[in-house]
């Protein structure tokens, strides 16, 4: 199901619910030990329910470790795994972190089904508990679905949304896979385990081959790629950790064992910087946990839900029903000029064609000059969004070393013509611009590479231009907070980050909110806004 696990991090704001950076998952390789496989029958049942102000009280890593069945496996593969975990103690507290706002929905959600708690770990393997995680396989989200079995498990995909990051939608379709797995393999866990990493078929086939030669079948004696011998053995080694973090030289940061979120039906499509604005919360709270939404807004066609944290529910379930349905979304008119395509104007509105057709009743993607269509429209600058699909991507584009060129895409092109074309790696123009090797790319599409080669030497064309590296310009300024204004929106306007917008201003310090005639001290890069 899931291949090439270089996990690459979308998100590079500081995140009010979430610290620390990004880390891939370890990888190790032994030789192999044969043992005992749990069955089915293993897992361990549901505990007794608890009141939320016990539950509070508690750790959820206690939780956790109560309802281990897995951990008594020891042979030299799950020792070697668990060597890493003990030369690198910083991991698990970075995971342990970032982890907080979502492990307590996928341990109620194990325990529901019955299913091993191991599962909860899983998704530090796969994406260190990281929503936004893309890798090279085009594998995404906290269980790393790649978009075939997405599709299969009923996720949708599209503009707007992508279920493979939705925090519950996700968790139902992982759980619901590793369960199906399980009865392809007669109740055996780690045989599921290896087929969610390498696919059904082929641990099929490697039973057959083995069965075939009058060989054992169970796990350890299959032969598998190297990347699946080495997925099951890390997470037996993660829940000997887990089990006793001392033994192993690790410390996991307690989390609350309480629920961090609340599910909030909208009934309709709303601006994310408007929701952030009505809970009282910055942005990137609201899409740390609503990772799901790619753009500026939730999809047009749904899912109608967000989930917010439990502390803000009930000032924005207040302010949202003050607020007219006609307010959620903000609208453009656009008189269309000679020249304009559906598609064009859609990318200049960053919004979906099919959405413009849909609000302005368009049967085809014909379009009259002269005509006036209605379009959706984000409410602040886009910069604000600094977790969307768009963001995250242009964040992506900015890291590189040596001289930044802008490329776009033309007919025929593939991302091995153009690496051939500017003499770079393909896997290194997919990292560049966040993505996969294997997703598609389209004529007119932006990609930026980076070249160590002079200017004068670099293979250019009409579709490509240099962008030398500049030298910022920072100017201090005074700014006048206006109606509608939030630290998100003006860190977006002037391509700053709202952490530096409070470490400039005292009055802020401590507080949430401003307030319209408010003075703030800004340090900007005029050349950048």
């Known amino acids: 199901m899931l291949k090439n696990k270089e996990i690459v991090s979308a998100s590079a704001a500081c995140l009010s619910l979430v610290l620390g950076l990004f880390s891939s998952s370890p990888g190790l390789a032994a030789s192999a030990a044969s043992t005992v496989e749990p069955s089915l029958a293993a897992a361990a049942p549901a505990p007794a329910a608890e009141t939320e102000a016990e539950m509070a009280s508690t750790d959820i890593w206690q939780r956790i470790r109560s309802q281990l069945t897995l951990q008594t496996i020891e042979n030299r ?300 429209t984000a409410s602040a600058p886009l910069q604000s969004y600094a977790l969307s699909a768009d963001q995250r991507q242009a964040t992506k584009q900015s890291k590189g070393k040596g001289n930044r060129l802008e490329y776009r895409v033309r007919p025929g092109d593939s991302f091995w013509t153009i690496a051939r074309r500017f003499d770079v790696s393909t896997r290194k123009v997919a990292e560049w611009n966040g993505l996969a090797v294997r997703d598609p790319i389209h004529p007119g599409q932006k990609l930026v590479l980076w070249t160590k080669q002079p200017f004068s030497d670099v293979k250019l064309t009409s579709a490509s231009t240099v962008i030398p590296k500049r030298q910022p310009m920072i100017r201090k300024l005074g700014y006048k907070v206006r109606n509608g204004d939030s630290l998100a929106r003006i860190a977006g306007k002037f391509n700053i980050s709202i952490e530096d917008i409070i470490g400039w201003n005292d009055s802020l310090r401590g507080k949430k909110y401003i307030h319209p005639g408010q003075r703030l001290t800004l340090y900007v890069d005029v050349t950048s806004t």
């Open 77 to 376: 593969r799950v020792a070697a795994e668990r060597t890493w975990y003990e030369k690198n103690p910083d991991y698990m507290v970075r995971v342990s972190t970032r982890a907080a706002p979502y492990l307590y929905h996928v341990v109620n959600e194990i325990e529901r089904r019955g299913l091993p708690m191991e599962f909860a770990l899983l998704p530090i393997m796969e994406s260190a508990y990281d929503p936004f995680a893309y890798s090279h396989g085009r594998a995404a989200g906290l269980w790393q679905i790649i978009p075939g079995t997405g599709t299969e498990l009923g996720l949708d995909q599209n503009w707007w949304y992508d279920g493979r990051r939705d925090v519950r939608a996700s968790t139902d379709a992982a759980l619901n896979y590793l369960t199906k797995l399980a009865r392809a393999f007669d109740g055996d866990w780690l045989k599921a385990l290896a087929a969610y990493n390498a696919g059904k078929r082929r641990v099929k086939r490697a039973e057959t081959y083995n069965r075939e030669r009058g060989k054992p079948t169970d796990f350890w004696s299959l032969r598998l790629p190297t990347e699946t011998r080495n997925y099951v053995p890390r997470l037996l080694a993660l829940t000997d950790v887990v089990a006793d973090p001392a033994r192993y030289g690790q410390s996991l940061p307690p989390i609350p064992d309480t629920n961090h979120f609340a599910v909030i039906d909208t009934g309709s499509q709303i601006d994310l910087a408007q929701a952030a604005t009505l809970a009282n919360i910055d942005i990137e709270a609201v899409y740390k946990l609503n990772p799901g939404y790619n753009r500026w807004a939730t999809s047009p066609d749904g899912p109608h839900e967000l989930l917010l944290p439990k502390t803000a529910a009930a000032a924005f379930e207040q302010n949202l029903a003050a607020l007219d349905r006609s307010q959620r979304i903000q609208w453009t008119r656009y008189t269309v000029r000679t020249g304009d395509t559906l598609s064009e104007i859609a990318t200049q509105f960053n919004t979906d064609s099919g959405v413009i057709k849909d609000v302005n009743n368009l049967r085809k993607n014909r379009i009259i000059v002269g005509n006036t269509l209605m379009i959706p």
